[in-house]
Structure formats: structure tokens, C-alpha cells
């Protein structure tokens, strides 16, 4: 992401602000080329690199803010078309985050990273994410085309609906926007493949952190739903995706790196490196990429095959998923529940 523009002196205090609020929190989508992001890349392979993503560079700081504790409710908004398996194999994977008793490694191993994390009183994130409410905007209520503003209002029309609103949890809710794959949403594509952020007053008329993540599959797969699917100009084959549907299965890593930074983030004032928290860069920032040991770089990590040749690397209830690993902040490198001894 190119740094933004000096602001001039013309611009009103409202502006930079503004700008300050909307460019931070996007996920820049790993790809198997020279990642954009600004320094990010330096951070984790410069110098000498021991393990997945381990670098003496990354300064991963808490800045005092709250992380989610108590129960987490994430409340799903289906916006567009969505088809019923789709929507079942993102329950899934939202109901796998904790159910311990899923065969390892698992997606609950996984969330096991997240939960070291803690606020000012040493309480841990919880390990308990349900699944709340749910809203279906299948009529598109703000076009086809969203902005990072328009989708707030997305998310107001979602708790202010005259039937069935969601409920409002500023404390451990996660509003979840999901785009269908004929959406665009600011940015889509151009490495920015999901963002959290949180709402602001004056739209929603409440402060509720939110995660938006789309479905890649139509518009541009090889960036969003790598590695199953690559672009046409990567030499390299696409791997067989675990749930038969390489828009979701793509989307389920993105999803997961949502939710893990907004649990440990959720205002942008929590835990983040870099000096800039205009450009935080968050547990999941730091493993963009990495699946397995021996991840880094242009290498995805060792992840596993099944039977039916899908590529994935953690099992949950009745599913594989394929998700990225999350930065541990007690190892300093990125952890999975699939890592080699
Ligand atoms: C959190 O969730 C667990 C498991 O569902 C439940 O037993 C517990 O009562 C919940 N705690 C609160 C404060 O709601
Ligand atoms: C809570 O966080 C602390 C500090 O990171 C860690 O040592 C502890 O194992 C964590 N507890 C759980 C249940 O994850
Ligand atoms: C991609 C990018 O912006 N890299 C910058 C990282 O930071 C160093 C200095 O700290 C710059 O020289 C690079 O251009």
C-alpha cells in the first residue's frame, strides 16, 4: 500500500483525520511476489531469519487499549448472494475456533496463539467465539459497489433494521460484513483482500468493531484465494481447496486473520508493531503467508494433503481449513497448530 500523500495545509483537521481513520486496519493479501506493503517485507525477511517469520526487527508492543475478554459473539452479515454451502462451511469455521475436541491440529489449536494475548489487568482473549445473530442484506441495500464509508452504513442498516436488528455489543461482538463474489468494496483486490476497523458514532451511533472480508472468486482469486488459485502470470499450479469452493476456502484464512487482530486489536490501540499506528502491523500482518513450518517468503510453510488430494493444514468441526499462522509474542515467530517438533 503506497504511503499516503502529505496533506496539504488547505486540508481541514476533519480530512486528515478522516484519512488517518481509513487507512489503517486493511489486511495487505499475501502473494507469492514482492509483497507492496510497506515495510512490512523488510521487517520479517531482513536480517537473518531463523524461523516462520521470526526476525529481531519486529517490536510487537501492547499500547494499553482493550482486547476482546469475554466471550466473543461475531454476528455474520450476508450481503448479496450467497449460497447455502457457502454460508455453512463459514459457520463451520467460525464454530471451530472453539471446539476444542476437533481432531489435531485443529482450528481451536490455532486460536490457542490468539489467546496469549492479554489486557492492562493480564486477562487473556477469550476462548470462547460463538456464533450470534445473523442478518441477510441479499438485496444489495448499498449497491454493488461499497466504500469503506458506505460500509458502515451497511453495518447500521444491519442493528437498526425495523425486524430483527443485531444486537448491539460494543464489549465482544465482531460484526462480520461478508460480500458476495459480484461485490466490490474499496481497495478489493488491490492487496487488500479484508480490513477491521470499528464504527464510528457519528454513522452507526455506536463504537462497534467490525471486519469486512469478500469473496474473491469472480474478481481476483489469485490475489485473495491464493494458493487456490493463482494468477495467470505465476508459473506455479493452483492447489486443490479443501471445501470444494475456491472463493470460500480462500476467504476462511482472510476471515481468521480478521477476527484474530480484531480480538487483540479491536479499537487500533492495543497490540500492533511499527511506529506508525496509522499503518499497524498486527499478529496476523506478521504471517501473512505462512501455513506451516518452514513458511516465509515466496514458501507457503509445510502444510498437509488429504486423500482427495486438498491442501490444508488444520481440521475443524466436520472440515479442513486452510488458515494462516499468527504472530507469538511469548516466541517472537508465527505459530500454528501444524507445526514440525
Ligand atoms: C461464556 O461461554 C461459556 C461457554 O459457552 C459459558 O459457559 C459461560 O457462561 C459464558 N460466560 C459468560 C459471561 O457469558
Ligand atoms: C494468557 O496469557 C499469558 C501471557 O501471554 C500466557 O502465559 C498464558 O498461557 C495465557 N493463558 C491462556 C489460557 O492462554
Ligand atoms: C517499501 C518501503 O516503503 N520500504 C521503506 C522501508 O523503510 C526504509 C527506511 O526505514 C525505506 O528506505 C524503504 O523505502
Known amino acids: 500500500m503506497p504511503l499516503p500523500p502529505p496533506l496539504k495545509a488547505a486540508q481541514t483537521i476533519t480530512t486528515a483525520f478522516l484519512l488517518l481513520l481509513f487507512l489503517t486496519g486493511?489486511?495487505?493479501?499475501?502473494?507469492?511476489?514482492?509483497?507492496?506493503?510497506?515495510?512490512?517485507?523488510?521487517l520479517l525477511y531482513g536480517g537473518s531469519k531463523k524461523y516462520e517469520g521470526s526476525s529481531e526487527f519486529?517490536?510487537?508492543?501492547?499500547?494499553?487499549?482493550?482486547?476482546?475478554?469475554?466471550?466473543?459473539?461475531?454476528?455474520?452479515?450476508?450481503?448479496?448472494?450467497?449460497?447455502?454451502?457457502?454460508?455453512?462451511?463459514i459457520r463451520d469455521f467460525i464454530a471451530s475456533i472453539s471446539a476444542a475436541d476437533a481432531k489435531p491440529p485443529s482450528v481451536a489449536g490455532w486460536w490457542k496463539t490468539v489467546q496469549l494475548y492479554t489486557?492492562?489487568?493480564?486477562?487473556?482473549?477469550?476462548?470462547?467465539?460463538?456464533?450470534?445473530?445473523?442478518?441477510?442484506?441479499?438485496?444489495y441495500s448499498h449497491g454493488k459497489s461499497l466504500t469503506r464509508l458506505s460500509v458502515q452504513s451497511v453495518i447500521k442498516s444491519a442493528v437498526s433494521a425495523t425486524t430483527r436488528p443485531l444486537p448491539i455489543n460494543p464489549k465482544s461482538g465482531v460484526y462480520l460484513?461478508?460480500?458476495s463474489e459480484d461485490v466490490f468494496v474499496q481497495d478489493f483486490c488491490n492487496n487488500v483482500c479484508g480490513f477491521h476497523y470499528f464504527?464510528?458514532?457519528s454513522i452507526?451511533?455506536?463504537t462497534l468493531p467490525y471486519a469486512w472480508v469478500g469473496n474473491s472468486a469472480k474478481l481476483c482469486p489469485g490475489v485473495c484465494a491464493y494458493p487456490f488459485a493463482v494468477p495467470d502470470y505465476i508459473p506455479q499450479k493452483a492447489v486443490k481447496s479443501p471445501n470444494d469452493d475456491v472463493g470460500i476456502d480462500g476467504m476462511i484464512s482472510?476471515?481468521?486473520?480478521?477476527?484474530?487482530?480484531?480480538?487483540?486489536?479491536?479499537?487500533?490501540?492495543?497490540?500492533?508493531?511499527?511506529q506508525d499506528p496509522v499503518f499497524p502491523v498486527e499478529i496476523a500482518d506478521l504471517c501473512e503467508g505462512i501455513y506451516g513450518t518452514g513458511g516465509g517468503g515466496s514458501y507457503t510453510g509445510q502444510m498437509l494433503n488429504g486423500k482427495d488430494g486438498a491442501t490444508y493444514n488444520m481440521?475443524?468441526?466436520?472440515?479442513?481449513?486452510l488458515v494462516q499462522w499468527v504472530w507469538n509474542h511469548m516466541l517472537n515467530y508465527c505459530t500454528g497448530p501444524n507445526a514440525l517438533d
Not at 262 to 272: D, E, G, I, Q
Not at 315 to 321: A, D, E, H, Q
Open 177 to 179: 460484513l461478508l460480500t
Open 26 to 42: 486493511h489486511v495487505i493479501c499475501y502473494r507469492p511476489w514482492p509483497n507492496t506493503k510497506p515495510n512490512s517485507t523488510d
Open 315 to 321: 481440521n475443524g468441526i466436520r472440515r479442513r481449513f
Open 199 to 201: 464504527t464510528f458514532p
Open 204 to 206: 452507526v451511533g455506536y
Open 119 to 139: 489486557d492492562q489487568t493480564g486477562n487473556n482473549i477469550s476462548s470462547h467465539v460463538i456464533i450470534g445473530e445473523e442478518k441477510n442484506d441479499r438485496f
Open 254 to 274: 482472510v476471515i481468521a486473520h480478521e477476527i484474530a487482530e480484531l480480538s487483540t486489536n479491536p479499537l487500533v490501540n492495543a497490540w500492533y508493531a511499527g
Open 58 to 89: 519486529v517490536h510487537l508492543k501492547y499500547h494499553m487499549g482493550p482486547v476482546l475478554t469475554a466471550n466473543i459473539t461475531v454476528y455474520p452479515i450476508w450481503y448479496g448472494a450467497w449460497q447455502r454451502s457457502q454460508k455453512r462451511i
